[in-house]
Nanobody
Framework: QVQLVESGGGLVQAGGTLRLSCTAS????????MGWYRQAPGNQREMVAT???????NYADSVKGRFTISRDNAKNTVYLQMNSLKPEDTAAYFC?????????WGQGTQVTVSS
């Protein structure tokens, strides 16, 4: 019913920037929460940032002040602006959408930060 397509991952040097994008298609409710989660090899998947359709945001402590989540409701697109990237940010980043009793995931996009 809902599909999420991510883009923007890549390889960047420490201190650099990347911007991730995720566009949702299908039956999107007027109220929903979109967010980004990441998972490095051997680690659990962790929440990075979330944003409601009303604009309320939540960030992991590890990315506060460096990452900014935003969304364009007209395009059903969520963005993650990633500044001052660190090697420990290296992970597969997954887009997530929650609405009603359902949750949906994108396929993931790889972010690699070299030292």
């Amino acid at each position: 019913q809902v599909q999420l397509v991510e883009s923007g991952g890549g390889l960047v040097q420490a201190g650099g920037t990347l911007r991730l994008s995720c566009t949702a298609s299908g039956s999107i409710f007027s109220f929903n929460v979109m967010g980004w989660y990441r998972q490095a090899p051997g680690n659990q998947r962790e929440m990075v940032a979330t944003i409601t359709s009303g604009g309320s945001t939540n960030y992991a402590d590890s990315v506060k002040g460096r990452f900014t989540i935003s969304r364009d409701n007209a395009k059903n697109t969520v963005y993650l602006q990633m500044n001052s990237l660190k090697p420990e940010d290296t992970a597969a980043y997954f887009c997530n959408l929650r609405q009603g009793v359902f949750a949906f995931w994108g396929q993931g996009t790889q972010v690699t930060v070299s030292s």
